[in-house]
């Protein structure tokens, strides 16, 4: 426990968020559920304060830098956390913001998807079986929701 703690505290000295991703399943299988919270809160701080630094300096997160790829990865999670808790609001300003860091196209499209249902107050359960192709979801690999069944109408447009 002593090792992995150490592992941790140096991932999170680095800033280092993919370390922590990495390190994720050893997490799990040592620590009680507020001692994960704690970890998982760290994991966000990295990545907002990367967020923070991105959209200071102009710059838009490359999937395929590491860090560039877990901190949206956790954006991502602490959006999907927002909505279907039931704060579709923030969840949507969240979805915007990630959207437009993010370098990868078809990233930036799912997330105006995400969006749009949050906008269109769409419960996310509903979102999930309405409009996610959860099996094509699930074969992609990807770490967000990324294929979906039909688009979510918007003022007229499409998502």
Avoid: W
């Avoid at 040592?30 to 967020?51: P, S, V």
């Avoid at 999670?77 to 969240?94: F, K, P, R, T």
């Amino acid at each position: 426990m002593d090792e992995l703690k150490e592992k941790i505290y140096n991932a999170q000295a680095a800033g280092d968020i993919a370390a922590l991703y990495v390190l994720e399943a050893s997490a799990h299988e040592t620590f009680d559920d507020d001692t994960l919270m704690a970890y998982y809160a760290n994991i966000l701080d990295l990545a907002l304060e990367r967020m923070t630094n991105a959209l200071e300096n102009l710059e838009r997160l490359d999937m395929n830098e590491v860090q560039d790829f877990a901190t949206l990865r956790a954006l991502y999670e602490y959006a999907i956390e927002h909505y279907s808790a039931g704060s579709a609001h923030d969840a949507s300003a969240l979805f915007e913001v990630i959207g437009g860091l993010s370098k990868d196209e078809p990233f930036n499209e799912a997330m105006k998807m995400h969006r749009a249902a949050c906008d269109a107050k769409i419960p996310f359960d509903d979102f999930i079986d309405e409009y996610v192709n959860m099996k094509a979801v699930q074969e992609s690999g990807k770490f967000y929701i990324g294929e979906f069944k039909k688009c979510i109408e918007t003022t007229g447009e499409t998502a």
